[in-house]
């Protein structure tokens, strides 16, 4: 069962503009909810996170805004610089148990 | 401060033969995962551990086992391989439930042959 979905497995945006990277999720026990960024041939980086009791987390160019109501989640990239081209995994985490979506690759255009 | 080790980092194996994938973290972390991702795909869940002595099932567990002895180690088996665990494996680490950032190994390439 895929309990976090990322719908859209590409997106590509001009440098300078918003990106927005959605994330479902269906288990209403995770807490947690986590974006990573990842290179070709490395694992995955952590990028920001969002308890469950929260809304809104910012950190610097990166927010994420999480909806529980409707169980989903986004990261938005504002200003989208060249450097952020990578896929983005979204994650949710509930007692240690912490599953990841099939992921996004951005692509920002200079 | 390494942060997290796995070895090896490529491996070919036959059908049938058998390894183990190390993985080490030294930022006395509690929670440990593996994961699996194969070609195009996200990340798959195969085994975590939130702490020495006690281990728990993910999304993908059969073919593989796993061991906690210690906080550091978190060593996943292959018994009996097969072409379908041909992926990249990725170690895993972060110190609690209330700071789930994980911090990830350089991953395992491995193919089975």
């Known amino acids: 069962d895929q309990q976090v979905k990322q719908n859209s497995p590409s997106l590509s945006v001009q440098e300078g503009r918003i990106s927005i990277l959605n994330c479902d999720y269906t288990?209403?026990?995770?807490?947690?909810f986590l974006w990573y960024k990842k290179y070709p041939a490395e694992g995955p980086t952590f990028l920001i996170s969002i308890s469950s009791i929260k809304d809104k987390n910012e950190d610097g160019r990166f927010t994420v805004f999480l909806n529980k109501s409707a169980k989903h989640l986004s990261l938005h990239i504002v200003p989208s610089q060249p450097g952020d081209s990578a896929v983005y995994f979204c994650?949710?985490?509930?007692?240690?148990?912490?599953?990841f979506g099939a992921g996004t690759r951005l692509t920002v255009k200079p | 401060n390494a942060g997290v080790t796995q070895t090896p980092k490529f491996r070919i194996l036959k059908i049938g033969q058998s390894m183990t994938l190390q993985c080490t973290q030294d930022m006395n972390h509690n929670y440990m995962y593996w994961y699996r991702q194969d070609p195009g795909m996200g990340l798959k869940l195969i085994y975590y551990?939130?702490?020495?002595?006690?281990?728990d099932k993910g999304e993908v567990p059969n073919g593989y086992n796993v061991s906690r002895s210690t906080t550091e180690d978190f060593p996943l088996r292959l018994e009996l391989a097969a072409p379908s665990q041909t992926s990249v494996y990725f170690c895993?680490?972060?110190?609690?439930?209330?700071?789930?950032?994980?911090?990830f190994g350089q991953g395992t390439r491995l193919t089975v042959v």
């Open positions: 895993a680490s972060s110190y609690s439930r209330a700071e789930p950032e994980a911090f």
């Open positions: 994650a949710a985490s509930a007692l240690g148990d912490m599953r």
């Open positions: 551990s939130v702490g020495a002595g006690i281990t």
């Open positions: 288990n209403s026990m995770f807490d947690y």
